[in-house]
């Protein structure tokens, strides 16, 4: 049997759930950073909205190179935000 056979079977449906996002300490409450580079290793991480911003606030004139930071956990859920529905 198909799955998609099995799940127009099923008489059970998904409903939405609300996850609240864990807020992590120095993600700057969801703003956007950048790397704005000195020299091929010397850098300062400068939270800005745009990378004109960014530019701007490093004060560095000149900048060898600028990387956007990404949040690489700003999808994680705190374990005591979820809890165990019954139906």
Partial sequence: MLLQDRMSN?????GALS????KLAGNNGGATSYRV???AKEFDIVPAETVTEAIEKSG???PFKIERVMATNANI???GALE???R
């Fill in 84 to 86: 165990s529905v019954s």
């Fill in 60 to 62: 560095i004139p000149v």
């Fill in 37 to 39: 580079y000195k020299n």
């Fill in 77 to 79: 859920i705190e374990s």
């Fill in 19 to 22: 996850l609240p996002m864990k």
């Fill in 10 to 14: 099923n008489s059970k449906e998904f």
